[in-house]
C-alpha cells in the first residue's frame, strides 16, 4: 500500500485544518488507518485510529478536537483538526494496517501553527 499525505500548511491559531490521506495499491488488504505526529525535537506520538468499519479512537490530548474519518470508496482517509495551537505543530503521517504485509506509512505532511 501507497500513503500519500496533503493538506498540511501555515495555519494561525484558532484555526482548523482537514489533512488527507491517499491510498492506492493493495486497498483490499487494509484493516486499521491511522496518525501520529511528530513535533520538532520530539518522538512520533500516536494521535487516532479508524477501523474498517469505522470505529474509532483518540488520544486523550486532542480527542476533543480531532476527528478522524475514512471514505473507503475513494480510499482516503481524513483528520480534521479543529482549535488548532502552537502545540499542534509537527509532521502528521497517517498508516496503514494490512494483514499481510503489515504497516505502510506516509510520508507525512507539515502542520505549522502560527501568527
Known sequence: VQLVESGGGLVQPGGSLRLSCAASGSIFNINGMGWYRQAPG????WVAHITKDGSTNYANSVKDRLTI?????KNTLY??????NS???????????EIKYGRSWGQGTQVTVSS
Open 42 to 45: 520530539k518522538q512520533r506520538d
Open 69 to 73: 474519518s475514512r471514505n473507503n470508496a
Open 79 to 84: 483528520l480534521q483538526i479543529n482549535s488548532l
Open 87 to 97: 502545540e499542534d505543530t509537527a509532521v502528521y503521517y497517517c498508516y496503514a494496517d
